[in-house]
Each structure stands twice: as C-alpha cells, then as structure tokens.
C-alpha cells in the first residue's frame, strides 16, 4: 500500500518542527511505502492529492489544518485513494470527529495501519465541505480571522468577542427538502456534516457523517443571554437542548438572503452571495480511519 503525504509548511503554531523528518521518522517505522509532497500555494495541495491518486496511491495524508484537509478531500473525490489526516491546524475538526490521533506519531502510524470507511460531502454554492459550511457571524470571523496575523484557538477567540458586539442579523427565507418555507433572521445559519467546527466546539452534536442528511443550526440573533447559552452549549455539546438554537435536518437548502452574507468552507471564507444552494453527496469520500 503506497501512501502519500501531502504537507501544508505553514499550517500549525508551532514552526520550529521539522515535520518532513518526524513523518519520515514514523513513516519508516511503521513499515510504510510513502512520498511526502509539500503544497507551495493555496489550492496546490488539491492539485497533489489527484496527481498521487492517479499514481496510485491507495492513502493520501493532509498534513495540516482543516483547509489543507478540504483541499486534498477534494481532489480524492472520484478516486480510488482514501483520505487521511495528520491533524497541524487551529480547530482539526474532521480529525476530531473522526476520532483520529491528534498527536503527530499517533497519526502516522493510523494513516499507515487504516481502516477505511465512507462519509458524506457536502456542496455549498459548488464548494465542497466536509466537516462544516455556515452563512453570518461564523463566516464572518473566519474572515476576520484569516486576517489577524495568528493563528490558534486565543486568536480565533478574541476576533469573536471583538466582532460579537459589530455584527448584524441578516433577513433570510430558508427552504428545506420537503418542508415549508422558513422567513427568519440568519446570525448564524451553519450546515454541519459533522458535529463541530473544530477544538471541539459542537455546533451540532447530534450530526452523522454517514447519514445522509445535514444538520442545520439556526441561531437568529444572538442577544448576551443567548450568547452565553450558546457558549456553554458549544463547550458541552449541549447546544440542542440550550434554546440557543433551532434544528433541522435536510439532505438540500436553499437560502435567499435580503442582503449579501458571507459564507465558509471548513473554517475557510469563500465570499458573499444572496442565495445559497446547499446539498448533501451521501458516502461520497473514502477515509483512512
């Protein structure tokens, strides 16, 4: 079994590791036929993981943050190889989910000795996610958070706090595969494949990456009361039960918003847009679990 690792340089705090070594380190002790590549500019690591597929390569390894892990996600699509992940990011929310080792030895040796299974992909706009996608505030300060000079959970958490105070509940009508039209207001509308966006903050504990249906969390503002509901639910995985949010579940939405709103992939911002379509690809990935 041939594996590729596809490496991410600047994903992750800590800089000073030599992660080719420790993956070639662990690699080799684990027995395994592996090539590691690394990404030189964004999108490139998607480019790679079709190019190691089509040489082969039964696993391909993104090594890095969630981002890294769409991009490689998405060019393993419609293949024959598997994905696997050697968590390096800020959140590592499908690794979590997942329930793969976030320690770097721990995750080689898993992505080397896999087992495999299918999950879900979900597609907003024609971009493809696979842990979370979301409308508003969290789009919002993924946006902000990209532009913030660090990175880490500190940084990711003093942007939402600035941001909370600034932001603004958007007017949108929310359609659901089979169910009536929803007028509402959208401060944060995500669509969860997964069961959180990553350091283990449940935005939808109840999600199932193999069930074919998201998981849709609608908060429609968010005065201080609810905002600490939330939290605390975030935290605990409690959120359904906090009366902080509303939940549906829906293989496809559609969403017309009254003004542009900003939307994410994986914790990454995409752009704004008036309407959404968003839909579910049920077992459309492989992974190495």
């Known amino acids: 079994m041939r594996i590729c690792f596809i490496l991410n340089p600047t994903s ?6 030599d992660v080719p070594a420790l993956l070639t380190r662990h690699a080799t002790e684990a027995g395994a036929e592996f090539e590691i590549r690394l990404t030189e500019h964004a999108g490139h690591a998607e480019t790679l993981a079709r190019e190691a597929a089509a040489a082969g390569c039964r696993v391909v390894v993104a090594v890095g943050g969630d981002g890294t892990v769409n991009e490689v996600a998405r060019g393993l699509l419609g293949t024959g190889a598997a994905l696997g992940i050697v968590p390096r990011g800020s959140g ?4 979590r989910h997942l329930h793969l080792p976030l320690d770097l030895p721990g995750a080689v040796r898993r992505a080397c000795q896999p087992e495999f299974q299918r999950i879900d992909a979900g597609r907003i706009n024609g971009h493809w996610f696979f842990c979370t996608a979301g409308l508003g505030f969290d789009a919002h300060v993924s946006r902000m ?7 880490g959970l500190a940084t990711y958490v003093k942007v939402a706090l600035r941001e909370y105070g600034r932001y603004q509940p958007t007017a949108v009508q929310v359609q659901l595969e089979n169910q009536d039209l929803l007028d ?6 995500a669509f969860a494949n997964a069961t959180q966006y990553g350091n283990n903050a ?10 074919g249906l998201l998981d849709l969390c609608l908060i429609d503002a968010l005065p201080l009361w609810r905002a600490l509901r939330v939290g605390v639910g975030l935290a605990l995985g409690t959120l359904p039960t906090s009366g902080g949010a509303q939940y549906h579940r829906s293989r496809h939405i559609r969403v017309r918003a009254a003004a ?14 008036t309407e959404f379509d968003v839909e579910l690809e049920p077992l459309a990935l492989e992974v190495a679990v």
Not at 92 to 95: D, F, K, P, R, S
Not at 146 to 151: D, F, Q, V, Y
């Open 202 to 211: 449940y935005i939808a504990p109840r999600a199932n990456i193999q069930d």
């Open 184 to 189: 509402t207001h959208c401060y944060v509308l």
């Open 145 to 151: 958070f990209a532009r913030a000079g660090t990175r």
């Open 260 to 273: 542009p709103l900003g939307f994410h992939v994986d914790g990454d911002y995409v752009a704004e847009a």
């Open 92 to 95: 590592n929310g499908l690794a």
């Open 12 to 17: 992750g705090t800590n800089r000073r590791q």
